[in-house]
């Protein structure tokens, strides 16, 4: 088992850890963000995103709960940023990870993601073969302890709506990970951030620093955008701000 972890440790890092994906996310963020803006990374694994936006001039707090990532990034982050070693949720309370230890990425506090991701597209080859006792706080938590963010990147496998029910108040900027094999998880977020405020959106295919849409467009067209993509299709971020 710890053979398992170590080499999904190294895996995660071969393939996230890199600093020239670091620097085409700096630039994407810097169009994002002001200098000064406040960051918040919910689900930071190898910490690419959170060195990314700090680049970019935000201050940044990064929250990851999962081991062996968490220690990772305590012995490796820059002082700066702030890491929350918590799930981030509903509520404040201890929950359960199902981890993957060859695929740590895929690794979710979601109750039923691993049950659900183990018959879809894509998914075959991952098993998720040891649970993770975490603690869980909420972005209402978050914010009364550090401010209201500019910016929230939700990379969290299936539990994106789970993080926005812990919220009270809409946000400026925030960008939550969609996977064409759950758009109901990504449709039950539309919902959650319909309630919050008026919402546009715009999307990022996989890895890419760039949007896919030339402008940004209500959720009925992001709903519709959903609805035509193969479950097969590959992941992204869906970015969604204020007006």
């Not at 960051?39 to 062996?68: K, L, S, T, W, Y």
Request: hydrophobic share 45%; with cysteine; charged share 25%.
């Amino acid at each position: 088992m710890r053979i398992r972890v170590f080499r999904g440790l190294i895996r995660s890092l071969a393939i996230y850890y890199n600093p020239r994906r670091i620097r085409q996310l700096r630039r994407f963020y810097r169009e994002l963000m002001q200098p000064g803006a406040l960051a918040f990374d919910i689900g930071a694994h190898v910490g690419n995103r959170a060195r990314a936006m700090r680049a970019a001039g935000a201050r940044v707090v990064a929250c990851e709960p999962q081991e062996p990532f968490a220690t990772f990034l305590r012995r490796s982050l820059p002082r700066d940023i702030v890491l929350v070693e918590k799930a981030v949720g509903p509520a404040e309370r201890m929950a359960q990870m199902d981890v993957s230890s060859l695929h740590p990425t895929v690794s979710s506090v979601s109750r039923d993601f691993a049950a659900q991701a183990a018959q879809a597209p894509g998914f075959g080859h991952v098993r998720w073969d040891r649970r993770q006792q975490v603690r869980m706080t909420t972005l209402d938590r978050l914010i009364a302890q550090h401010g209201l963010p500019d910016f929230v990147k939700i990379d969290v496998e299936g539990f994106e709506a789970d993080v926005l029910a812990g919220l009270s108040q809409p946000l400026p900027l925030l960008s939550v990970e969609y996977l064409p094999a759950f758009r109901d998880r990504t449709l039950a977020v539309l919902d959650l951030l319909a309630a919050l405020g008026d919402y546009r959106f715009n999307a990022v295919a996989g890895e890419a620093t760039e949007f896919l849409w030339p402008d940004w467009r209500d959720a009925g067209a992001v709903r519709n955008w959903l609805a035509g993509l193969p479950a097969d299709g590959g992941s992204g971020d869906l970015y969604a701000r204020l007006g």
